[in-house]
C-alpha cells in the first residue's frame, strides 16, 4: 500500500520509465515491420502497453527522499486490510462517504481493477484456463511486490512502497474476475452482417446489463477517485468526503445517463450485452 508520496522524483526512476516506454515502442515497431496483420499487432500492442502502464502505477507516485525516513512497511498477514478500513470508517463515523472515501478500501479495489484485463485477454487470446491465469496473475503481481520490496530493485535510495500479501490476493482475484468475464460476453448473441438490430432484452439479459452499468460505475469512480486525489495530494491539498460523494454522482450520471445520450438510449451493459436503447423496440413481432 502507498507510503509517503511526493510528485518530485529522482531522475534515475524518470529513466526506468522512459526505457521501459521506449522497449514498448520497439517492439510494436518490430511487430509491424514484420507484416502482422493490423488486428494482430494492436491486440499485442495494446496487451503490452498495459503492462507497461501497470508497471509504472506500481512505481508512483514517486518518492521525495527528503521526506522519506523510514522504509515503507511489510504486511504479511491476509486480509487485514478489512481491520484497516473499518477502523477508518469507524474513526469518521460511518455512512456512505466514509466507505467511498476511505483509503484501503479504494486501494484494494483499484488492485482488483489492474488486473481484470490480464485475465480476459490471457483467456480471450490464448485460451488460458484459470488455474494458468491465477498462477500468471500471481506471478505478475509478485513481480510487482518484488520490486516494491526492492526499492525498484535498488533504484530507489529507500523503499516507498509497502509490501503487502493483500495486494497478491487483489491482483490475483481481479485476473480470475477478468477470466470469468469473457464467456460471459460470448454467451449473448451479437449483431451479424444482414442481421440489423439488437438482441430481445429478456428480464434476465436486463439485469445482467444493470450489473455490468454498476460495475462500470464503480469502475469510473475508483479511476476518477484516485486521479483527483493523487492531483490534490500533489499540491498538498486534501480530497474529503463532498469531493468523493460528487464523483460518485457524477460519474453514476455519465454512466447512467450520459452514455445512452451518445449511444441511441444504451448503457455501457447494454452495449456490451448488444441489447437495444431504453425506450428502443428491437426487430420482429411482438411477444
Not at 5 to 15: I, P, Q
Not at 80 to 107: K, Q
Not at 108 to 131: D, E, I, K, Q
Not at 255 to 275: Q, W, Y
Request: net charge positive; charged share 10%; proline share 7%.
Amino acid at each position: 500500500m502507498p507510503g509517503q508520496f511526493s510528485v518530485g522524483a529522482g531522475y534515475r526512476l524518470f529513466v526506468f520509465c522512459g526505457v521501459a516506454l521506449l522497449a514498448w515502442a520497439g517492439w510494436t515497431a518490430w511487430l509491424w515491420r514484420r507484416g502482422r496483420a493490423r488486428r494482430h499487432v494492436l491486440a499485442r500492442s495494446g496487451f503490452a502497453l498495459y503492462l507497461v502502464l501497470a508497471w509504472l502505477l506500481v512505481l508512483m507516485p514517486f518518492p521525495d527522499e527528503s521526506v522519506l525516513r523510514d522504509p515503507a512497511p511489510v504486511n504479511l498477514v491476509p486480509f487485514g486490510w478489512l481491520a484497516d478500513a473499518s477502523a477508518g470508517v469507524r474513526y469518521v463515523g460511518g455512512g456512505l462517504g466514509a466507505w467511498l472515501t476511505n483509503r484501503t478500501v479504494v486501494y484494494v479495489f483499484s488492485n482488483v481493477l489492474l488486473t481484470v484485463p490480464f485475465g480476459a485477454y490471457l483467456r480471450r487470446a490464448h485460451g488460458w484456463g484459470a488455474a494458468r491465469v491465477s498462477l500468471a496473475a500471481l506471478g505478475l503481481s509478485l513481480a510487482f511486490e518484488l520490486t516494491q520490496l526492492t526499492a525498484v530493485w535498488g533504484i530507489a535510495g529507500t523503499r516507498y512502497r509497502t509490501f503487502d500479501v493483500d495486494d497478491l490476493i487483489a491482483n490475483t482475484a481481479g485476473a480470475l474476475l477478468g477470466w470469468l468475464f469473457v464467456p460471459l460476453l460470448r454467451a449473448w448473441p451479437q449483431r451479424r452482417a444482414g442481421q440489423g438490430g439488437a438482441a430481445r432484452p429478456t428480464p434476465l439479459r436486463r439485469a445482467l446489463a444493470l450489473l455490468l452499468d454498476v460495475v462500470a460505475w464503480q469502475a469510473g469512480y475508483l479511476v476518477a477517485w484516485l486521479v483527483v486525489w493523487t492531483v490534490v495530494s500533489a499540491v498538498g491539498g486534501t480530497a474529503g468526503q463532498p469531493v468523493a460523494l460528487a464523483l460518485w454522482a457524477a460519474t453514476g450520471v455519465a454512466v447512467l445517463a450520459g452514455c445512452p445520450l451518445l449511444a441511441g438510449g444504451a448503457t455501457p451493459g447494454a452495449l456490451l450485452l448488444d441489447l437495444p436503447g431504453w425506450g428502443r423496440r428491437p426487430p420482429g413481432p411482438r411477444p
